[in-house]
């Protein structure tokens, strides 16, 4: 993790300005942060010390069941908050934030300004809002795991996980977060090689068709009713 400083750190605040999420001067607050792939940026069981709203990039939300499994529960997209549940609750159980590629997010340490951010009205309705949108959100995944086709899940999957054309992720998380047989996945995959959609090499997958992939995926976008819950305050 790397913190921003100095023209840096006022370049990207001025280029992601969000002073008009709040009603209190923000900015002096704020810490730009950067993580590498596959960086976690909140490690599970530990509470953080910061709400964070990523920039660039993008970010998964993990969690270990009991039995020791780990499953993907979501994606963090740009301009979307994470750690939120963090800030509005003292007793949290948190879950683990990775990041899905070189991603920029500013943090808010809760030791600077959680007292005003839990008094801002304009700053909580806006959180109301993204709230409820997120949890919309993943309602509708659930509802498109019986409602769509394996084919179109999977493209909207590889388009939101792949970096620079690579797609790497394990195909038993994949399993796990489509709610689909492991055959079933390998069916597919096999499909989108011969399709020439994707080529493998090893255990990662290069797309070589994004435009395909982006058709199919549009369906579950316009299912969902925007086509993403990343803007909510925008």
Known sequence: MRIYQNKNRERLLEEHSIDHLFSFPIKGFIEVREYDRDEWIIQENMRPDCLFYLIEGKAKIYLTHQNGKVSLLHFINENEFFGEMELLNEVYYTKGVQSAGKTICFAFPFHKCRAQLLEDTTFLRGLSLFLSQKSSSMSAKYSQSLAFPLENRLADF???????????????????????????????????????????????????????????????????GTGSSSQPFL
């Open 158 to 224: 590889i388009l939101q996980t792949e970096h620079n054309g690579i797609y790497k992720e394990k195909h038993v998380t994949v399993c796990d977060f489509l709610g689909v047989s492991y055959r079933h996945l390998l069916h597919v995959f096999a499909q989108f090689i011969e399709k020439g959609y994707l080529q493998k090499e090893g255990t990662r997958y290069r797309i070589l068709q994004s435009q395909p992939l982006e058709e199919l995926a549009k369906v579950l976008k316009w299912d969902a």
